[in-house]
């Protein structure tokens, strides 16, 4: 007898797949909840992860690449992922994820929404066949945030400085968020610094930015300034929304070196 398909939803502690779980609770029952950890992110995604958990009142099955970020920046002579060159995403959230799913027919649930005009990953096996039901429905960005508020979750607390979920050093992330974890774990910050090489002579710079490193980076005036183009910008673009009390912590507006677009893998 034909196996059943399966039902898989993958959370990346961020909203659009957090409010499509949370929409997907009580449509589909024998839904599968999982989370690629990469074991880099912020404490405040596995707390929200928790606290999505109870709510959903399954298990999120949390998958962990059989080898972890270290060890594929080695394999790659320690070569920084970049947008270009992004094998931090092929190893630790797709690969996982296939393993997750094996040779199953499976149904695999994206939080993309009605306002948003991409796809997210769709997988090349045949045997994985991605839906879109807040699109289908169609749920806009606001939508998103009305259902986090109604189900007493929320936002993750990043969003008080930060839009994306996934790792703390995410070449990703704005400058303005960058400054965001050097004053709110400078702890990672340093640990993020860590991981950057520059030897002139050599002609080595792998840095998490292409225009400056982490320590240039932090430097006062440097910090002070990304801090007033960020309020600028966010002073300028401020979106109006029904709930204004989330969209108060979830500034979207971007500054003119701040225009990169978040992982289509990692930050749904
Ligand atoms: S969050 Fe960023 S650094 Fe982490 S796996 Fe995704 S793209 Fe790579």
């Not at 090349?124 to 979750?153: C, H, M, W």
């Amino acid at each position: 007898m034909d196996k059943k398909p399966r039902h898989v939803l993958g959370l990346s502690g961020g909203k659009d797949s957090s409010a499509l779980a949370i929409y997907m609770r009580d449509r589909v029952p024998d839904m599968e909840y999982f989370f690629c950890d990469t074991g880099k992110e912020l404490q405040e995604t596995y707390e929200y992860l928790d606290r999505l958990q109870a709510f959903l009142g399954k298990a999120i099955t949390r998958l962990n690449p059989a080898r972890d970020f270290d060890h594929w920046l080695d394999s790659y002579g320690g070569y920084l992922p970049s947008s270009r060159m992004r094998w931090c995403t092929r190893m630790l959230k797709i690969k996982p994820f296939e393993e997750f799913v094996g040779d199953d027919h499976a149904f695999s649930y994206i939080g993309i929404r009605a306002d948003e005009d991409r796809d997210g990953y769709i997988s090349s096996k045949p045997n994985i066949t991605p839906v879109y039901p807040l699109k289908e429905a169609g749920l806009r960005e606001a939508d998103v945030f009305q259902i986090l508020e109604d189900s007493g979750i929320g936002v993750p607390k990043y969003y008080e400085w930060r839009t994306r979920s996934g790792c703390f050093f995410c070449f990703f992330q704005r400058k303005s968020e960058w400054v965001g974890l050097l004053e709110r774990h400078p702890e990672l910050f340093e640990e993020a610094k860590k991981y950057e090489k520059i030897d002139e002579e050599k002609g080595i710079r792998y840095t998490w930015n292409q225009s400056e490193s982490l320590s240039e980076l932090a430097l006062p005036d440097r910090v002070n300034e990304i801090k007033r183009k960020h309020e600028k910008a966010m002073a300028e673009g401020r979106k109006v929304a029904p709930s204004e009390k989330l969209f108060q912590i979830f500034g979207q507006a971007l500054d003119d070196e701040d225009d990169t677009e978040p992982c289509m893998i990692c930050n749904l």
